[in-house]
Each structure stands twice: as C-alpha cells, then as structure tokens.
T-cell receptor, first 113, second 114 residues
Framework: AQSVAQPEDQVNVAEGNPLTVKCTYS??????LFWYVQYPNRGLQFLLK??????LVKGSYGFEAEFNKSQTSFHLKKPSALVSDSALYFC???????????FGTGTRLQVFP | DAGVIQSPRHEVTEMGQEVTLRCKPI?????LFWYRQTMMRGLELLIY????????DSGMPEDRFSAKMPNASFSTLKIQPSEPRDSAVYFC????????????FGDGTRLSIL
C-alpha cells in the first residue's frame, strides 16, 4: 500500500530563515513524488516533482526538495522564507504503475515577519 | 493558459436537495479527478476518469454520489439527496497522458448543506 506522512501539523519560521517541511513515504517500486501548496480559498498548486535522476529537485518560488531513498523522505526546503510563503503544503506520492496520487495530511507553514 | 475551471465556487442548499458540481479540465488533458477536502478527513479521491471513462470510483462514499464525463471538456459530480455531512470543498483536477505529469487543480466548490 502507498502512504505519505507529514509529521508536523504546523511549522513556524521567521522571515529570512531557512525552512523545511518534512515528508516521508511508503510505496513499492519507484515513487513519483510531488509537493503542492494551497492558499486560502484556492486549489492546490503544483510546486515540484521528483521522478528520477538528481536527488535535489528545484521548483517554483525558490522551493527545492531532496529525495532520500534510504530514508524514504522527500523534504521541502527553501533557503530564505517569505511571509508570503505562509500556506498549507501537501506532499503526495504515486507509484509508477498507478494513476492515483496519495496525499499527506498537510503541513501549515507560518512565516513570521 | 486557462486552468481547470469549476462552478459554482460556492453552493449553499438545504438537506435533501440535488447538488450538481461542474468541472472543465485543461484542454488536451486525458485524466480527470474529483476530490473532496474536509478538516476531518483531509483530501480524498472520489473518482477519476481516463478519456471520459470512469476508471476507479472506489472513493465515492455512497450511492447518493454520481459522476459523469460526457465529453473531454466537461464533467459533473452530483449528490442526490444531499446531507449535511456532504459539506466540504470539492476539487476537480486534470492531468495529461504522460504519467509523470502533475495534476492541476481547480479552485474548488465550497458546498454547504444546511
């Protein structure tokens, strides 16, 4: 069975500091991994994905994520947080032979001025 | 580029009424997904289509829920009769045929059943 865990319901960080939002996954075979962001009253917006290749993936708005196969993790990072990054972040995984995305429960990121 | 378009954005209706939610996927996308988001259960996949054909409806909660995709540019999710526990935000998403492409989401329909 596929599953995604986002262990933190909320992450608080000061503006200008680096941020990390954690995600671990469980899937048989090679995973496709995604990060999405959701702003209030909006749908989920795609940030970045890992399919294969380089373990460090760069995405929109200065975000990046590191795929770690041995730890089955795909943490989202940004070197310098902005107040406008405050939102709900979802990690998702898909096994290569299926069409369904399995989403984590979401992590609320709060960036304080 | 036009994204996924959902209508209405908000719907308030009384218990027992029929509710129809609409979705227009991104042109050229072969896959369409319906999700429901609640505080208690998070984001749940209800049903998805490939080339207008329902592939997996195992997430549809009850027979009161039905979904159709009569053509490549339109899908509906219907609840009949509606109940207060159906109150949620319903999202539609679409994806191209290449498997590693991300799903693109609409802005959702916020449904309140009184």
């Amino acid at each position: 069975a596929q599953s995604v865990a986002q262990p933190e319901d909320q992450v608080n960080v000061a503006e200008g500091n680096p941020l990390t939002v954690k995600c671990t996954y469980s899937v048989s075979g090679n995973p496709y991994l995604f990060w999405y962001v959701q702003y209030p009253n909006r749908g989920l917006q795609f940030l970045l994905k890992y399919i294969t290749g380089d373990n460090l993936v760069k995405g929109s708005y200065g975000f990046e994520a590191e795929f770690n196969k041995s730890q089955t993790s795909f943490h989202l990072k940004k070197p310098s947080a902005l107040v406008s990054d405050s939102a709900l972040y979802f990690c998702a995984v898909r096994r290569g032979d299926t069409d369904k995305l399995i989403f984590g429960t979401g992590t609320r990121l709060q960036v304080f001025p | 580029d036009a994204g996924v378009i959902q209508s209405p954005r908000h719907e308030v209706t009384e218990m027992g009424q029929e509710v129809t939610l609409r979705c227009k996927p991104i042109s050229g996308h072969d896959y369409l997904f319906w999700y429901r988001q609640t505080m208690m259960r998070g984001l749940e996949l209800l049903i998805y289509f490939n080339n207008n054909v329902p592939i997996d409806d195992s997430g549809m909660p009850e027979d009161r829920f039905s979904a159709k995709m009569p053509n490549a540019s339109f899908s509906t999710l219907k609840i009949q009769p509606s109940e207060p526990r159906d109150s949620a935000v319903y999202f539609c998403a679409s994806r191209g045929d290449v498997g590693n492409q991300p799903q693109h989401f609409g802005d959702g329909t916020r449904l309140s059943i009184l």
